[in-house]
């Protein structure tokens, strides 16, 4: 079993900087692909950013040269900067954390920026 919490969400105004971060705990399986996405109200989860475990990063066109996926040393950790954020990344963030066997997600962290 994979337990995945996200944390470091908040409310922050156009033009600032947040720093989300995820950790993946698992005592036998071994964590690969990690990455976040997000959901607006009214609308679909979408990928904003992905990691592979031999450091390929995946970037949606909207959130390239803003924001920045890394993983941490441990490799079960991923962290998200974001930068320059703007009104329209308001969403709910979530972390995802996939096993060969299995696909898990954290509860989510609240992304509010403010006009």
């Known amino acids: 079993q994979v337990h995945v919490v996200e944390s470091g969400g908040g409310l922050v105004q156009a033009g600032g900087s947040l720093r989300l971060s995820c950790a993946a705990s698992t005592s036998i399986l071994v964590i690969n692909d990690m990455g976040w996405y997000r959901q607006a109200p009214g609308k679909q989860r979408e990928l904003v950013a992905s990691?592979?475990?031999?450091?390929?990063?995946n970037y949606a066109d909207s959130v390239k040269d803003r924001f920045t996926i890394s993983r941490g040393n441990a490799q079960n950790t991923v962290y998200l900067q974001m930068n320059s954020l703007k009104p329209e990344d308001t969403a709910v963030y979530y972390c995802n954390a996939k096993t060969v066997y299995t696909e898990n997600w954290g509860q989510g962290t609240q992304v509010t920026v403010s006009s």
């Open positions: 990691i592979t475990r031999g450091g390929n990063t």
